[in-house]
């Protein structure tokens, strides 16, 4: 889809069959994948939402490959068109060629009606002193949130945090700062960063702002700072 492959990229393979075959499918998942090649490992997608996906490492020398199997017309949701290595008959071709891709992009109320909440639960992590979590909760925030919006405002299609060392070269030193040690006061400034830098890249004119949560969860983040500073 981007044109971009290097000797560090997987391969998404995706393998299209008659609903008639599901089960047998199914069940023959990595018999099939190990006839693709020197299997070493392989599982399937669930922790990702996606039960349909077989993730393989193949080697050596190591090949990640993911193996997407669908019935036709779940094609049809789809982020990008695939390039057809081989179809019998052309009910795939004429399938993608009636239908578009299209990628998610993050609806910027659901950000906004989430993101307070989640400063908030970082200010009564980091009041614990449970630095770890304050942390995953920092990466997560910046990934779903952070990241996304950097793509959009840098015009590229919003890959989490993908790529951004490459595409966003003029948010790198404000990024840099939403990632924190293991330290209170690291995690404080992280967290402090990370809602300076939302708040430069929301979307206000396409929202309705929740102003109260965003003032409460900041008081509270100051005031757990201050208490656990003295």
């Given at each position: 889809m981007y044109g971009e492959m290097d000797e560090y990229s997987d391969l998404d393979l995706i393998i299209v069959y008659d609903h008639a075959f599901r089960s047998e499918i199914m069940e023959r998942r990595h018999q099939i994948a190990e006839r693709l090649g020197s299997l070493l490992s392989a599982f399937t997608g669930e922790h990702v939402g996606e039960p349909r996906l077989l993730i393989c490492l193949y080697g050596p020398p190591p090949l990640h490959v993911d193996l997407k199997f669908v019935q036709l017309e779940e094609l049809e949701s789809r982020i990008e068109n695939p390039l057809i290595l081989w179809e019998r008959g052309s009910d795939i071709t004429t399938f993608l060629s009636k239908t578009s891709?299209?990628?998610?992009?993050?609806?910027?109320?659901?950000?906004?009606?989430?993101?307070?909440?989640?400063?908030?639960?970082?200010?009564?992590?980091?009041?614990?002193?449970?630095?770890?979590?304050?942390?995953?909760?920092?990466?997560?925030?910046?990934?779903?949130?952070?990241?996304?919006?950097?793509?959009?405002?840098?015009?590229?299609?919003?890959?989490?945090?993908?790529?951004?060392?490459?595409?966003?070269?003029?948010?790198?030193?404000?990024?840099?700062?939403?990632?924190?040690?293991?330290?209170?006061?690291?995690?404080?400034?992280?967290?402090?960063?990370?809602?300076?830098?939302?708040?430069?890249?929301?979307?206000?004119?396409?929202?309705?702002?929740?102003?109260?949560?965003?003032?409460?969860?900041?008081?509270?983040?100051?005031d757990v700072y201050l208490e656990r500073s003295q």
């Open positions: 891709p299209s990628f998610p992009f993050p609806n910027h109320q659901w950000i906004e009606d989430r993101f307070w909440v989640w400063v908030h639960y970082c200010a009564t992590k980091l009041g614990r002193g449970e630095l770890f979590e304050v942390i995953d909760t920092l990466t997560f925030m910046r990934n779903a949130v952070l990241g996304p919006l950097v793509h959009m405002d840098n015009g590229l299609i919003p890959r989490g945090v993908r790529k951004l060392e490459k595409y966003a070269l003029n948010d790198l030193e404000e990024l840099k700062g939403t990632v924190p040690i293991h330290n209170f006061e690291s995690c404080y400034d992280a967290l402090k960063n990370t809602i300076r830098m939302y708040q430069r890249l929301r979307h206000v004119s396409e929202i309705s702002p929740k102003e109260a949560a965003e003032r409460v969860s900041i008081n509270f983040l100051d």
